[in-house]
């Protein structure tokens, strides 16, 4: 079904969450700090920590830290002692391991810290009172959008192949889950193929073999763009005009391949940029111990050349590479 | 206890993938005697001792020790049985200090560790016995050592291990006549204690002053066996060579008058660096210049301030008149000098290069023509080479890595011998050559100097120096302190105290 | 090391065993998958080319990180290089081919000047300058691209530097086989790579017999980080777009490849063919367990039986022939 | 390699200076940071205390590491056998700490063992074999969880192995300083150490001189995996859970630990104190980087400035001494 949070929870959208005047008069004068500590760093990080700045920007509150875990929760567990030490009074956080990052944040929350997440909360941690809420894309909407874009792209029948995310992270994982049953609901279509990947370099290579071992393959799904980006050019390499490709996130080569009518069919986003404001939101409300909604989503969004333009602004709120708008002109 | 001998080795064959080197020795060492082992280089004497000692297992033959049969897999089992031995390569890792080389597997431990104190001590009563305690510390690290203290460390190694039978193997090769004369004072007593030694050399003379018996080894097989008092030195070098000897054995090189108004080919100025204190020499055209000192006096020091190897604090050096700054060994051969280090296997040779890549390395570029290199010159000349200096070898491609030492010795001097270099800097280039090979060097060393060229020739013999040079100067403590013309060994050995 | 005492009781066998048995391991293997995989499509033609392509960058740096090693030095910082220049190529492609291309190799040989000053004029160990400089250059691409995948839209650039076919043959085999031709004769044939091998076999030695040792050890790193440049232009050309993580993972697969190849992490030991050999061992097995339909779990399971399996056939062999 | 050649000039300096210098780094880059940082809560006891703890499996395994390169070996497996432990100990505890700890060290060891006989017995380069075991050990960790995190709920577990202070002290610090202390006993005060040393810098000596060299290889390589399964241990301990991707990225953090203390890559020369100082370098300037609110790419530009600094000053210093 829908995305719900942890402990079952009614998504919120993201849109309801706001700051009035006087709130924002309150905190400016409090000098607060704020720690934003990311997985990892990407495309999609950078927008999402822009976010959180501007408005955090707004509220006076300044951000003290932007730490990078690597994808290693020990590093996050490290990172986060180290950050400590800077005395946040709210800190955002993807948390890479549920598990471990349980032992880890409880020592945050137990000093006071007011706590934020993206997509995920740490195992066994209570909404409204461990932690004020977590701010996820909408994962299994991403998931359900791609689908519908793949099975678009074919005329709704045809064999399909799906690459996964063979690593244990929330996100990807349930995207990846997503797509696939979403998949299944399409009568005409099949799945013959679906492969792990753990390094994202390898695009190229499982690709490669998923097209010699089934010519009837029409169209790939590829969990992020840097995969796909691989996928493409394998479809390159075979002659595979016609293979669709269709991923998640934006990225300038997918999008400009797309645009100009390449292998990419279509590209899912989420909007990195308002999670970053709503996270920042949310934190600046706990911090004056306003009630906050404990699972808040933004929608997915499926990408076409249509709308790239605009949703490239939107997502990541700067205007799409001059390359993508010199072949959008084209296009016209 | 029974009175087997203390080593019999029956019908010893080893061979090195095809290439046969022992091919049935006999060979006994009788308690309590010390017996000399002599051949040409390349004539199996090192591997025999290595079969000896269990570096080597053989591929057939039989080995029995105070009587016991034995066969050794590692040197271990063969030290455990009371056989400590002096490689001519020597067993030493340079970047550890004295006292762990010399007790390296023979540790002193007390409670599970290590009583360093107790094997410093003991370190430095060994340095004393083999006469260099006060030159070395215990806690300096090998690298840092000249090579004839080395040599010595070496053997003081040997002589740490209180063993029942020490094999040496050219323990003298680097060491001057003062060092050589203490080490038999050492070797006597050991002697004196029962313990049973093989002494292996090319200074052929050294057999008489301290040798019971004399094995003679020609191409893997033992040819001969004396009692000392029996044979003489030139009937040692017949067999050795199993033909007539064709050269009279000392041979007094005609020394050169030298033209005065002739500029000196190099100078050297009041040379200052941190090893060395005001040294001056001149080296004319035609001129073979010694330099004779003892251990750890500095000659090798002096020659490596020339080549550019330790940096100048003052001085000058001139060639052909011409003031030259010379910071490295490549600025060094650019200007001419070319330099014959004296120790093969870490500064002369890379071992797991051919013969032909090694004679090479000095004229890399010479070679190439412009950018590839002429492959079948480069065969040519080493053919040649290795012909004129008698380089025993399975072929020119053959790894020096598996060369006998002596024949190791001949490569590096073939590499810097063919060389357009005017001035050659010697650092006891026949050490561990052979009487009849060194003689060969001896000739082709004169040939070059005939031709104008010029050599400085630091040796740790003095009969050699004092044979071949038109004049030498005598080194001491870093310092020039004398220099004697035309001289005699026994001159010479009086001017170095 | 281990080689050197094996030799010490067996000489020249392995230089030529290991050249000669390399290749029968390489057979061998390409037998297996073949007669293991003949339903799965190994064999055909397009599988190969894709095997050949997927190999050629690696093979690339293969060659580079041959002189490195035979040198007695190591480079980690080529994988950063090779996303460097990549990203480099990619941005400065508008202002054209003539000016993007040679841009992005000098950006390489800039850094490769930089380690090969560290080490040979400060004299700092090859590793801790690389180490360092993989961190200063990852950052710098990460600052420059703002994270984001530059896109590369130039179609002839694409064709000549990774995308294009001639006939059945795609570019990058073409690329790969001129650069290990080129590599191999400059180790073998000329004076510059004996220097290389002496330097990295005995440094004094080396030194002197009159060779400058130090401006050898800045010579290879250079040369590497212009190959692993080179590299990075073709992925580029490849994916039509770089990205900061590009070469990322490469680092351990290079110096495999190397070294299955026979080359010495010890230095004096080098053959361009050999690591040339290894890549394409690593690259076929790659690919084959990919196409067996294997899970990530069993793959990195067999992939680390074949390498030691394959390498265990090669010095087995050479130490049964020293018992005999 | 390039230390010989300097050393061949010149004596013992090396040896004295390096241990020397590398304090004096650690010493200014501490300074540097406190007055730096002053005000960022870096010299808070709670901060040094951090950096302690998440030094400390760094210096285990660093500790281990220093053996191996002094052997002149590598291992590239210790990353894989730190998960593979932390999963064992975490999968084990519900039987008690008496069979999961015991279990784990052994799988530890096994591993070395298995690289150990490798190397030792068919002589297979341990670049090779370690990256081969890589593979193996990583899957099975990632078959056995199913990629899943493996809780950890055992208090008293949890305190010994990691999580647990001691007053002000953190358990983690204390098994540090143990491990470091034993390992420089054992290297510089035992005949083993000395063994190692002398196998690393020059193995047909060491031969000669009847050691066996094989053996030394074996047990370093063993030791080393032993530590890495402690290590892995108190990872579990400290993050109570166990999870497939531990250690992955302490690999070049430990080695570089390593060397920055002055242990040569190609064996000989090792120092377990100083391999201790070059964690401590290490985790000091991760940490210092962060306090500084750094972005990742400043932090990684910055941090390969400092160790190239850092090093440029041990070893410049030392060229300086050389040149007078
Ligand atoms: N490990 C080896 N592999 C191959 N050949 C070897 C090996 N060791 C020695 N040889 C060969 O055996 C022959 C005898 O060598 P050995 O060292 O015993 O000579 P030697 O009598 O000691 O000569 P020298 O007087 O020069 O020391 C040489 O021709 C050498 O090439
Ligand atoms: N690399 C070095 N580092 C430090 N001291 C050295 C080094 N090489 C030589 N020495 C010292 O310099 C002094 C002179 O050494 P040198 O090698 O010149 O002696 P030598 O006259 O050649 O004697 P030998 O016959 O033993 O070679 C010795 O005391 C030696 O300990
Ligand atoms: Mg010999
Ligand atoms: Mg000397």
Redesign the interface.
């Known amino acids: 079904g829908e995305t719900t949070g942890p402990n079952g929870e009614k998504p919120t959208a993201y849109t309801q969450v706001t700051l009035k005047p006087d709130q924002t008069k309150a905190l400016q004068s409090k000098k607060y700090k704020a720690a934003i500590l990311m997985h990892t760093t990407s495309d999609f990080s950078s927008a999402l920590i822009k976010g959180a700045k501007e408005v955090f920007a707004e509220q006076g509150i300044s951000v003290v830290a932007v730490t990078d875990a690597e994808m290693d929760p020990k590093k996050q567990r490290t990172d986060l002692e180290t950050v400590l030490a800077l005395k946040p009074d709210v800190i955002i956080s993807l948390v890479i391991d549920p598990v471990s990052g349980a032992a880890a944040f409880r020592q945050a929350s137990d000093k006071g810290v007011k706590l934020v997440f993206i997509s995920n909360a740490p195992q066994g941690f209570k909404a409204g009172k461990d932690y004020a809420g977590i701010v996820t894309d909408d994962l299994y909407g991403m998931g359900k959008s791609a689908a519908e874009l793949m099975a678009a792209s074919i005329g709704g029948k045809g064999d399909v192949a799906l690459l996964y995310h063979a690593a244990n992270y929330y996100v990807t994982n349930q995207r990846d889950a997503a797509v696939k049953t979403e998949l299944a609901k399409f009568p005409g279509i099949k799945i013959i193929a679906n492969k792990g990947i753990a390094n994202p370099n390898d695009g190229e290579v499982i690709a490669g073999a998923i097209l010699t071992q089934n010519p009837s393959v029409k169209a790939i799904y590829a969990p992020w763009d840097a995969i796909a980006e691989g996928v493409t050019a394998a479809a390159r390499a075979a002659g595979r005009k016609d293979v669709k490709v269709v991923t998640m996130d934006l990225g300038a080569a997918t999008a400009l391949d797309m645009v100009k009518g390449g292998n990419v069919a279509g590209i899912v986003t989420d909007l990195p940029y308002d999670m970053g404001k709503t996270l920042a939101r949310m934190g600046a409300l706990a911090l004056l111990n306003q009630p906050t909604p404990p699972f808040v989503t933004v929608d997915a969004i499926k990408v076409t050349p249509a709308n790239l333009d605009t949703q490239w602004q939107k997502a990541l709120s700067r205007t799409p590479p001059d390359a993508i708008q010199k072949a959008l002109a084209n296009r016209k | 206890m029974s009175h087997a001998a203390a080593i019999v080795a029956q019908g010893i064959f080893k061979q090195f993938d095809g290439n046969a080197v022992l091919k049935g020795v006999d060979f006994e060492l009788a308690r309590g005697e010390i017996h000399a082992v002599v051949g040409q280089n390349g004539a199996g004497k090192s591997t025999l001792m290595k079969v000896l000692n269990g570096t080597h297992q053989p591929d057939k033959g039989s080995l029995s020790i105070f009587g016991r049969a034995a066969s050794f897999s590692s040197t271990g089992e063969a030290r455990s049985r009371g056989i400590a031995m002096v490689y001519q390569e020597l067993s030493l890792v340079p970047t550890m200090s004295v006292a762990d080389n010399i007790f390296m597997n023979n540790w002193i431990i007390v409670g599970g560790l290590l009583d360093v104190d107790a094997m410093r001590a003991a370190t430095q009563r060994l340095l004393d016995k083999v006469g260099i305690a006060n030159e070395i510390s215990p806690d300096q690290l090998v690298e840092s050592l000249s090579m004839g203290q080395r040599q010595l460390v070496e053997i003081a190694k040997a002589l740490s291990s209180n063993a029942q039978i020490i094999i040496l193997d050219e323990p003298t090769a680097s060491l001057s006549d003062q060092e050589i004369e203490r080490l038999f004072v050492a070797i006597r007593r050991l002697q004196s204690e029962g313990v049973s030694l093989i002494y292996i050399t090319h200074y052929l003379r050294d057999i008489f002053k301290i040798c019971n018996r004399v094995s003679v080894l020609r191409d893997g097989r033992c040819v001969q066996q004396w009692a000392v008092s029996e044979t003489s030195v030139p009937q040692l070098v017949a067999s050795m060579l199993g033909e007539a000897v064709s050269r009279q054995n000392n041979w007094q090189r005609a020394t050169t008058d030298l033209p005065h108004s002739a500029t000196p080919l190099l100078e050297v100025e009041n040379l200052v660096t941190s090893h060395l204190d005001e040294v001056s020499f001149k080296v004319y055209p035609g001129q073979i210049v010694g330099l004779a000192g003892l251990l750890g006096s500095g000659r090798t020091e002096i020659l490596n301030a020339i080549f550019g190897l330790d940096p100048l604090d003052s001085g000058q050096i001139r060639v052909n008149g011409r003031a030259v700054q010379i910071q490295s060994p490549a600025q060094a051969i650019a200007h001419g000098i070319n330099l014959v280090p004296e120790d093969r296997r870490s500064q002369g040779l890379i071992l797991d290069f051919s013969v032909m890549d090694n004679l090479w390395l000095c004229s890399l570029r010479k070679l190439a023509n412009p950018v590839f290199i002429d492959q079948n010159r480069a065969a040519e000349i080493a053919h040649e080479l290795v012909k004129r200096l008698q380089v025993k070898t399975t072929g020119i491609d053959q790894a020096v890595r598996f060369l006998s030492g002596g024949n190791q010795q001949k490569v590096v001097i073939g590499k810097c011998l063919h060389t357009q270099a005017k001035v050659l800097l010697l650092d006891d280039p026949t050490f561990g050559i052979d009487l009849a090979a060194k003689h060969e060097i001896m000739h082709i060393v004169n040939d070059y100097v005939q031709q104008g060229n010029a050599v400085v020739f630091v040796s740790s013999e003095y009969s050699e120096i004092a044979s071949f040079c038109d004049t030498t100067y005598i080194v001491k403590k870093g310092r020039i302190a004398g220099q004697l013309a035309a001289t005699t060994e026994e001159r010479l050995l009086a001017a170095v105290q | ?13 392995i ?1 030529q065993w290991q050249r000669y048995i390399i290749y029968f391991v390489f057979v061998g293997l390409f037998v297996f998958f073949s007669i293991f995989l003949h339903d ?2 190994f064999l ?1 033609a ?2 190969l ?2 095997i050949a ?2 190999t050629a960058m690696i093979s690339i740096m293969a060659v580079g990180m041959t002189f490195v090693l035979s040198a ?3 480079d ?1 910082s080529f994988g950063a290089v090779v996303a460097l220049s990549a990203v480099t190529v990619a941005l400065l492609l ?1 202002y054209g081919m003539i000016v993007a291309v040679p841009a992005a190799l000098l950006v390489g040989a800039l850094c490769g000047l930089i380690n090969g000053l ?2 040979s004029k ?4 090859s ?3 690389t ?10 691409t ?2 420059v691209t ?8 130039n179609e002839t650039f694409a064709f000549i530097f990774g ?1 294009g076919d001639i006939g059945p043959i ?1 570019v990058l085999f073409i690329w790969m086989m001129v650069i290990a031709a080129g590599g191999h ?1 400059l180790l073998r ?3 510059f790579g ?2 290389v ?2 330097s990295g ?13 130090n401006r050898v050890k800045l010579y290879v790193l250079v040369l590497n980080s212009t190959l692993a440049a080179l590299a990075g232009i073709l992925y580029a050309g ?4 770089a ?1 900061y ?2 070469g ?2 490469d680092l ?1 697969m290079v ?2 490849a190397v ?2 190849g026979g080359t ?6 080098g053959t361009v063919i050999g690591a040339l050999i290894g890549a394409l061992i690593m690259g076929m097995v ?2 084959g367990l ?2 067996m ?1 294997l ?14 399996f394959a ?2 056939m090669t ?2 062999t ?2 049964k ?1 020293k018992k005999s």
């Open positions: 090391m281990d080689i050197a005492i094996k030799r010490a009781t067996f000489p020249f066998a230089g799965k499509g055909q397009g599988n080319m894709n392509r997927q007695a030095e190591i980690l508008p560290f080490v400060v004299g700092i160990p590793f801790l300058v180490l360092g400089m993989t961190g200063i250059i990852t950052g710098i990460r600052w703002d994270l984001q995948t530059i896109p590369v839209d995308s795609s004769v044939k000329t004076s004996k220097e091998l002496a076999g005995n440094k004094i030695s080396a030194m002197y017999s009159g060779i400058n040792v490849r994916l039509q777009s990205r993580t590009l990322e993972s351990m110096i495999a070294i299955i010495s992490l010890f230095g004096g030991k790659n690919n990919v196409l339909g899970n990530v779990d069993q793959q990195l399971i067999l992939r680390g039986i074949i390498i030691i390498v265990t010095m087995g050479l130490r022939k």
